[in-house]
């Protein structure tokens, strides 16, 4: 998880962001007027995923007004546009979440996280690939033996929704800010019931600009 700070305005957006890529990508040029997927991958540390791209490059102009906003976009690159279609961004309240988000899609979620400290306070499993020789196979796991993971709410509603991110990175402030990611199935266990729902798995935040 990595921690975001919005460009404040469309210059430093630009200057930033149309870099010209890594050293090796030979035929992308820098303050073009064209940015592309390698240019977004330079700031973001990625290399070919387009979905985490997108949504690195929306949690880095959301602080942009919307004409500041339309301007970057413009001058995305075809096949970034593209991505930018495929890779739609859901904007949600945690309230919201459960009964508008889509599976594996991206979204931003505005709230309050507060951590789940105890396994026993939590019963929810995920499937993970397990490698049993020449084949892959499916397991049921906890998931916080695999993620920190955190109610996040805010001041409008006590309805919850589940964020978790990887195990190791840093811990998420208590206060009010928005994260980016995207949603993942889950299955909570209530008794011998199996009950299908979903979490955000956070990919970046960012603090409230006030």
């Known amino acids: 998880m990595k921690k975001i700070a919005p460009f404040q305005n469309l210059k430093d957006a630009n200057t930033i962001l149309d870099n010209g890529g890594r050293f ?14 390698a240019e977004i991958g330079k700031v973001a540390g990625l290399f070919n995923d387009k ?5 690195y490059f929306a949690m880095s102009i959301s602080a942009l007004d919307s004409s500041e906003k339309k301007e970057i976009e413009a001058a995305l ?3 970034l546009k593209q991505a930018y279609e495929k890779y739609p961004l859901q904007i949600l309240k945690p309230s919201e979440a459960e009964s508008k ?3 594996s899609s991206n979204a931003i979620i505005t709230g309050i996280p507060k951590m789940i400290e105890s396994k026993s306070d939590f019963k929810g499993f995920i499937m993970v690939p397990v490698s049993t020789g020449k084949t ?5 796991i906890p998931i916080i033996d695999q993620y ?32 980016g990611g995207t949603f993942k199935e889950l299955k909570l266990k209530e008794g011998k019931k ?4 979903m979490f955000l798995e956070a990919l970046y935040y960012s603090d409230l600009q006030l």
């Open 101 to 103: 988000g889509i599976l």
């Open 51 to 55: 979905q985490k791209m997108v949504l």
């Open 148 to 179: 920190d993971v955190y109610h996040i709410h805010d001041n409008e509603s006590s309805k919850t929704f589940l964020i978790a991110h990887a195990r190791g990175a840093d811990k998420l402030p208590e206060k009010t800010i928005r994260v």
């Open 194 to 197: 199996e009950i299908p729902t």
């Open 24 to 37: 090796y990508n030979i035929l992308t040029k820098a303050d073009d007027g064209e940015i592309t997927t």
């Open 136 to 140: 892959m196979s499916l397991i049921m």
């Open 77 to 79: 690159s075809d096949n």
